[in-house]
């Protein structure tokens, strides 16, 4: 669980600023961040299955848990795909995807911190929780957080704030749909 919060969801959410293509949503960033999906859903179910044979499924970590993974199937796929098909349709961004992409930040934040506290609920320097695991866990979730803060940033300043990609050699209006330029736009 730890692997797909800390690394695969922020690296797959990452696809879109560092691969500038119209094919990387539906071709790179839906499936992979679909497959991360299918992944945590499988560990919140061991986690779950655990937390009921202990009898701790009322603890904060179980509950973070159950609202983190909740909110990622039923809203995160949702408001990528409206999204995608506004997108689609008239070339711009929408409020579905500040939603899509704010709440996943938040949820990826919030998976990590449920991350930690996990350890903490197990007990640390327990057989099961070894400190090295713990240190090793945070030391990768700061340097995926700054990795992805940095990218994100780097491509905003270039942009000039605007996070929608224009086309190359374009005087900022969106092409026809269908067009040989449009096909460099995406949807961040």
Not at 102 to 107: A, D, E
Not at 147 to 176: D, E, F, H, R, W
């Amino acid at each position: 669980m730890s692997i797909v919060v800390v690394v695969l969801f922020p690296l797959f959410a990452l696809s879109l600023q560092v691969i500038p293509s119209r094919a990387t949503v539906p071709y790179i960033h839906a499936p992979l961040q679909l497959v991360a999906l299918c992944l945590a859903i499988a560990g919140f179910g061991i986690g779950i299955s655990l937390a009921l044979d202990l009898g701790v499924i009322s603890g904060y970590h179980p509950v973070i848990g159950l609202i983190m993974i909740g909110s990622l199937i039923l809203f995160q796929p949702a408001l990528g795909l409206l999204q995608h098909m506004h997108f689609r349709k008239t070339g711009e961004r929408s409020s579905f995807g500040d939603l899509h992409r704010w709440g996943g930040r938040l949820l990826i934040v919030l998976g990590i911190v449920n991350g930690g506290l996990g350890f903490k609920f197990s007990g640390i320097g327990n057989p099961t929780v070894p400190r090295a695991g713990v240190i090793a866990y945070g030391v990768i979730a700061g340097v995926m957080g700054l990795v992805y803060v940095a990218i994100v940033l780097v491509k905003s300043l270039k942009q000039g704030g605007n996070a929608q990609m224009k086309p190359i050699g374009s005087n900022g209006n969106t092409p026809p749909k269908g067009s040989a330029e449009q096909s460099i736009t995406h949807d961040t």
